[in-house]
């Protein structure tokens, strides 16, 4: 039970394993772009009571394992942290400083699974996203 967290009335342990695109599947996610989203993903899931555990950005997705506690679905986080990342982007990267409509740097969906006894497989795949060291030290967060 070392694992678990708590919340006021309940003990959990929720892992996932989430992956998701920019729109177009864009090779996008490289250089200043890629260092800046490593912090904002962080702060965005803190804000909603989650965690990235690990991650890896590649050009073209995202993969992260993150723990999610039981009283956000999971599609409320994931979709916050979509959101309100590509407000951060476009603010920091596209000149946009106001609120603004129609901007969408990721695409809508999203590949979710649950991580229980396949930890180990689920951080191995993760870790080992790109062959050379170099690229696995940019990437990771």
Not at 44 to 72: C, F, N, T, W
Not at 118 to 140: C, D, M, N, P, S
Request: with cysteine.
């Amino acid at each position: 039970m070392e694992t678990y967290r708590s919340l006021s009335h309940s003990r959990y342990d929720c892992k996932y394993h989430v992956v998701f695109v920019p729109k177009r599947r864009k090779q996008a996610l490289y250089g200043k772009i890629r260092e800046y989203l490593k912090k904002v993903l962080h702060e965005l899931a803190r804000q909603k009571g989650a965690e990235i555990l690990s991650g890896y950005l590649m050009k073209d997705h995202v993969h992260m394992r993150i723990e999610i506690p039981p009283k956000y679905a999971v599609s409320e986080v994931i979709g916050y942290v979509k959101g309100k990342s590509a407000i951060a982007i476009a603010r920091q990267f596209g000149g946009k400083q106001r609120n603004f409509n129609g901007e969408n740097f990721w695409a809508r969906g999203y590949a979710v699974s649950t991580v229980g006894f396949e930890l180990a497989k689920v951080k191995e795949y993760i870790a080992h996203q790109e062959k050379t060291e170099e690229a696995q030290e940019a990437g990771r967060f």
